[in-house]
């Protein structure tokens, strides 16, 4: 059996206490790995590691060196693609198909992006005047801000741990990263690459396990964590907040959503067909930036509902090695009790059920699996639980609107604020509606294009601050401004 362990200092370390949990492949419940569960005593090692390591050489490094390191550690994942292919997938039950294109890519990507961004950046300097006539010159630097916690979720779990890991090794800070108990594989199979390619002890550890009482409890409450980043639920971003506020550390929170797609009818109706698809029920349903909320203008409403319904019914729902599949199947058990009772509970809120709503019959050797029907709804009213909470399931809710400015309401109606989607071909209203729209990030006749220098983040509840491009330089370091009296 295949034992996943901690990584400190460089070293693939067993729990003191022995304790582990399991990791479970969610195509057919199989068992794929025993995980070490991090107590205190591991997250203190990790922690004291990361702190060390910014003394050593990790810290004497120059800019270039690094960004020249960091390079290697993306080459390095491409080298070694099909083993973070397998463990991805595996760890998730996502389509090879999906993984291979997205998740592995772009998680070697963000490593090249980065080390870039930092190299490119200019450095602020200011002259300025003086009583004495001489003046002063101010040079504004980035220094790193230390050991950066990076706890993240199960959904992209390559992809979004490293848009987090490059940006802070980049700025020359270390990290102590604490992934998802779903999806361990990916991140410990990194601390391997960053072994091959050089990168001191230290720099990049891991620790695994849960979060209450467990590594991720810990790690966010340790006193020589000098700021955490965090991606996941808005309720845990929370309780990560209140932990962060001992100690006065800065935060980073990227949360949950329950994104609208607005579909005029004016739109191409092929292409808003097929971001729909996408945005609904890519990756099943688990992307933070999924639409949940479709509302499509009346004279191509009930076209739309059926081409929508005729295109999930051709969906291909499979094992994640298979050609042309592409609908896996939740991460887990536990995740298909929580959408479950959401298809149930649209059902008692008096939804009309247009496609799905239940557990698909997969075969004797998959029935153990998370599998999940892909479902979508009408006729639910505004204020349903189905309608304002995030599901994060392979579902939407189509309703018929009339006016922009009734739309404009419907969209922002919502505690959330992350993304929004939307489909025309009047480019004036395109920009009309998406300035009037709250979140952090839309698109106009596509879904998911992300060109990492831009900001990624969400408004109200589905977030604090920004990543990408320089915002997240920004976050990952403390700015100095040093004055110079001439
Ligand atoms: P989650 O909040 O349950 O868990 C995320 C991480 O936090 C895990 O590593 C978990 O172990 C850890 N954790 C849980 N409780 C903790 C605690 N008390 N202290 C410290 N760590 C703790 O989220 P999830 O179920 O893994 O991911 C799904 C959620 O993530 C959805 O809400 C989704 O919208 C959101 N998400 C947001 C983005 C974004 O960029 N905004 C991206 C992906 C996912």
């Not at 933070?288 to 999930?312: K, M, S």
Request: charged content about 25%; hydrophobic content about 40%.
């Amino acid at each position: 059996m295949k034992e996943i362990k901690h990584f400190i200092n460089g070293d693939h370390v067993a729990s003191q206490s022995g304790r582990t949990f399991e990791n479970r492949n969610p195509v057919d419940n199989s068992l794929i790995a025993r995980v070490h569960e991090a107590g205190q005593a591991e997250v203190d090692a990790a922690v004291s590691a990361a702190q060390a390591a910014l003394n050593g050489p990790w810290g004497r490094m120059t800019l270039k060196d690094r960004a020249e390191l960091l390079n290697r550690v993306a080459d390095r994942i491409t080298e070694r693609f099909d083993e973070f292919l397998d463990a991805e997938c595996k760890d998730t039950g996502k389509p090879y198909a999906m993984a291979s294109t997205v998740d592995i890519p772009r998680g070697a990507a963000n490593f090249k992006a980065f080390a870039e961004m930092l190299a490119n950046e200019p450095t602020d300097a200011f002259r300025m005047d003086t009583p004495d006539g001489l003046g002063a010159l101010n040079i504004g630097q980035r220094r790193p801000k230390g050991v950066i916690a990076v706890i993240s979720p199960w959904n992209l779990p390559l992809l979004l741990m490293t848009f987090k890991v490059a940006p802070a090794l980049a700025c020359g800070n270390t990290v102590v990263v604490k992934p998802s108990e779903e999806t361990p594989s990916t991140a410990a199979l990194l601390g391997e690459v960053m072994n091959e390619c050089g990168v001191p002890p230290g720099v990049y550890n891991v620790v695994h396990g849960f979060g209450p009482n467990s590594a991720g409890e810990y790690l966010t409450a340790h006193k020589a964590v000098n700021a955490i980043t965090f991606t996941g639920e808005t309720r845990t971003g929370q309780i990560i907040m209140q932990a962060a506020a001992i100690g006065l550390r800065d935060i980073s929170m990227e949360l949950g959503g329950k994104n609208p797609g607005v579909v005029f009818a004016d739109c191409d109706l092929d292409k808003a067909i097929e971001g729909t698809m996408r945005s609904a029920f890519l990756n099943c349903g688990q992307v933070c930036l999924g639409t949940e909320r479709v509302y499509v203008e009346r004279p191509i409403f009930e076209r739309f509902v059926e081409r929508l319904r005729a295109r999930v019914a051709e969906l291909r729902i499979g094992r994640p090695q298979d050609e042309g599949v592409d609908f896996g199947p939740l991460v887990s058990q536990q995740h298909r009790k929580k959408v479950l009772s959401y298809y149930q509970l649209a059902v008692d809120e008096g939804a009309t059920v247009v496609i799905g709503g239940g557990v698909p019959d997969m075969g004797d050797e998959l029935n153990e699996g998370a599998w999940i029907e892909p479902t979508i709804w009408t006729g639910l009213a505004d204020d349903a639980r189905v309608i304002r909470e995030e599901i994060f399931g392979p579902c939407c809710h189509i309703r018929p609107f009339d006016t922009e400015e009734e739309v404009i309401a419907l969209a922002n109606d919502t505690d959330y604020g992350l993304a929004a989607a939307i489909w025309t071909e009047n480019s004036a209203r395109a920009i009309r509606v998406a300035e009037q729209v709250n979140a952090g990030i839309v698109w106009v006749n596509s879904w998911y294009l992300r060109d990492l220098r831009t900001s990624f983040g969400g408004a109200k509840r589905s977030g604090i601050g920004r990543e990408g491009g320089t915002y997240s330089l920004d976050f990952y370091t403390e700015l100095k401004n040093i004055c110079i009296k001439l």
